[in-house]
């Protein structure tokens, strides 16, 4: 298989067999075709960028797979001559191939060599008819129909370019005359290199058996040579895969728009809408409904799996008849269980999520365990990530997390227990209770008056009275800020105060928070560091001191 060439009407600085298709190396597929032959060596020429050549044909994981080097490009010819060392002592049938046909099939291949063998031929080669055969050798035939030679389209007459059937460049020969036409080859011709197909003619002089076997599916054959071609190959391709999945009984509602990879699996009565890629190792069962707009990427998605528009799973495994998006992304290590509902603007990575459960709206969870039929209100965040190290959450079945949740991690909440809204979640939550924690709520009647009125004064240049006392400024403030160590930087009342007077001047009623569970928010070190017993207790208290009026609402 020849492959040292750089392709240079690829403008790339990419060797061509390494461009992709199908999302893999245009060399692989030609490999692909090969295999089931069983060949017993399988030499592969490289050249440009002969490592990764290398790795790419070693991907396809081939029986007696070596390589040979042709460390100057100069022609076909050359190319099979650099690897006749690596066929020393084999008397076979040699097949040519080149690397840049990849929608060759293994039947054609075994057709060529069959037809070689019945024939008991020296050279054999495929050949096709193309209506435009532009950039294609040319076969040459005599007056009794047997082929003369090929001619490469730079070297040929205005008369030989009309000719329609052209060489797709597959051959068979006699290893034992392979060898010898090589060593004969002239680079007399318009590029100045050594033409394998010259052994045609060579061999037609000396009176060997040529024969030609003509294909009637030329598209299959085709050489990819430049971005244009390997673009109508892809698509091609991927219709082709397409139809299958439709044959096995997939809808597609839009098949031109579904990218569909080679490994990519899905169940019947799944119905794909448009704009859909499938990539990797991505399976999906039977009745899911995919609507649109998704990007699955070595995602499994169990039967019956509805994923709404818009949504990404990667690297992710979406249990039976579970709800994703719209607009959702699951990233790698997401497990989901059944009937999982993932609603809008959800992110989860490396979240494993028990059956039933609900996180529908804008909400992150990360390194995170939770249980089966715990609803996670809109909002919620598992922070783990504190700039040096990721930590796990861990929430258990029949949990209610309130909107608005922070859960610092490492942090767990226990079976049936419930997070208020907007509660900040440092340590972890007993089963069964409530855990809040919140700024006081409170109002400071007839303020946007008396804010106005100062607004007003300040524009018409005069005085500017005091509203009630309280710069406006300081009081937002100081009802946003949780903790006692921020709220004693505030300059309540224009004045600094001492930590605990400060506390209850700037608030309308003693905290619900005590202090020490609002102290203990300030950095993972110090909360870790907290003896468990400590923690349930202060929680417990925080759930007592909740009005009544607040739990109803
Ligand atoms: C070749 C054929 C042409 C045929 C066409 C089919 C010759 C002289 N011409 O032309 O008759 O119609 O393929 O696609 O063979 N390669 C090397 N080393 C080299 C040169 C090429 O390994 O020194 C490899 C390339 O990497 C490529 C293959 O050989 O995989 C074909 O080379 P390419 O330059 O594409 O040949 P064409 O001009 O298309
Ligand atoms: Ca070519």
Redesign the pocket.
Known sequence: M????L?TRMKSTR???LHELGGLPLIRHALAALEPLDPDRVVV?V??QADAVRQAAEGAGLRGLTTAL?AE???????VRCAAPALEGFDGDVLVL????PLVRTATLRLLLETHRVENADVSLLTMRFRDPK???RIVRGPDGRVRR?V?ERDASDAEREITE????FYCVRATVLLPLLRELRADNAQG?Y???DIVELAAKRGLEVVTVETDRPEELA?I?DRRELARMEVQLRAERVERLMLAGVTFIDPATAYIGPDVQIGPDTVVGPNVTMRGRTRVGAGCRIDGTAWLDAAVLHDGVHLRFGSVVEEAEVGRDAVIGPFARLRPGTELAERVHIGNFVETKKARVGAGTKANHLTYLGDCEIGPDTNVGAGTITCNYDGFAKYRTTIGARVQIGSDTQLVAPVSVGDDAYVGAGTTVTRDVPAGALAVSRAELRFLEGWVARRRARAAAEKAGGAVPSANGVRPSATAHAAAKASPASAAKTPVRAKPKPVSRARTKATARPAAVPKAHAAAKAKPAARAKQPATKGRGASKQAARKVPPAKRSR
């Open positions: 020849l492959a040292a060439g392709g060797a061509k067999v020429v050249g440009h042709q490009q100069r022609g076909t010819g050359h190319a080149y690397g840049d046909a950039g294609y050798g090929i490469e052209v060489n797709p460049g290199e033409y394998l197909t050489g040579n």
